[in-house]
């Protein structure tokens, strides 16, 4: 570690929590003058510590996470696996989901994390992992949910990137902030189809009817979560990761890492 390092981290853990201006000190006579700290040092350890940003609640999350997309836009991520690579396309009209899960790629929350649910036929399910490092960055970045954005023409269709939620307590539908979700699905039939129309008054298009048909899906999640992405390479990867065995809880027996990166253009 950079020993120039400490005496700023002592001056950062001195703020209003600290009981006393001695206790903030250092052996000696001499007290911690934060004017002779190197300013680019401090704002590299600041960084470091994930200080410049606020710890996320109900309350601030929503407005933290509009304003912070529409300086850090990018329409795609890259999901790096043991298998290959995932891409998956963002969508621009999704916009708290898509800054919410850019924000969490930007703090370094994926990267390492782990799928940690994996169901042949129908997801693979991310985010949410009981390691250590994952457990503190969520009590680091802060605990919150998503006001839900679902939009009609985003279901859940094989390839569809989604974001988890509870389904106690949450008549509004919200979404989980870390926990997300990518569809392999199984083909639908026509009267499958009408059926879930009928018990979910939804009312399909032609192409989304084709699509279930054709590639697959899990339309009985539509409605439920929202929707921001889809897979547009790697497909193949997904049914990978998909097809790992598991012990009696769905959890992979073998750790299936992701890193993930954001970008502007298809790399």
Not at 167 to 178: A, L, T, V
Not at 196 to 221: A, V, W
Not at 230 to 250: E, F, H
Request: hydrophobic content about 35%; charged content about 25%; some cysteine.
């Amino acid at each position: 570690m950079d020993l120039r390092i400490l005496p700023l981290l002592l001056i950062l853990g001195c703020g209003v929590n600290a009981p006393s201006e001695e206790e903030c000190s250092v052996t000696g006579e001499h007290k911690l003058e934060k004017k002779v700290v190197d300013p680019e040092l401090e704002a590299r350890v600041r960084a470091m510590l994930g200080l410049e940003f606020p710890t996320l609640n109900n309350e601030n999350a929503v407005d933290f996470l509009f304003n912070w997309g529409i300086e850090n836009n990018r329409d795609f991520v890259t999901m790096r696996t043991k298998h290959g690579d995932i891409v998956v396309e963002l969508f621009h009209d999704v916009p708290l989901h898509k800054s919410n899960f850019l924000y969490k790629i930007h703090r370094q929350y994926y990267s390492p994390s782990e799928f940690i649910r994996v169901l042949p036929d129908f997801v693979i399910q991310g985010g949410n992992s009981e390691e250590e490092k994952p457990q503190q960055m969520r009590y680091l970045i802060g605990t919150h949910s998503l006001p839900q954005e679902m939009r009609d023409k985003y279901v859940h269709t094989r390839g569809a990137l989604a974001m988890s939620r509870s389904y106690i307590n949450n008549p509004k539908k919200e979404s989980s902030s870390y926990d997300f979700y990518i569809v392999t699905g199984r083909k639908i039939s026509h009267q499958e189809l009408a059926s879930i129309e009928l018990e979910k008054n939804i009312r399909y298009t032609s192409q989304q009817k084709r699509r279930y048909n054709e590639i697959g899906g899990t339309p009985h999640l539509d409605g439920e979560h929202t929707v921001f992405g889809s897979v547009i390479q790697g497909m193949n990867v997904v049914d990978k990761l998909a097809v790992t065995p598991t012990d009696n809880s769905d959890w992979p027996v073998e750790r299936l890492e992701v890193n993930m990166t954001s970008h502007s253009r298809i790399q």
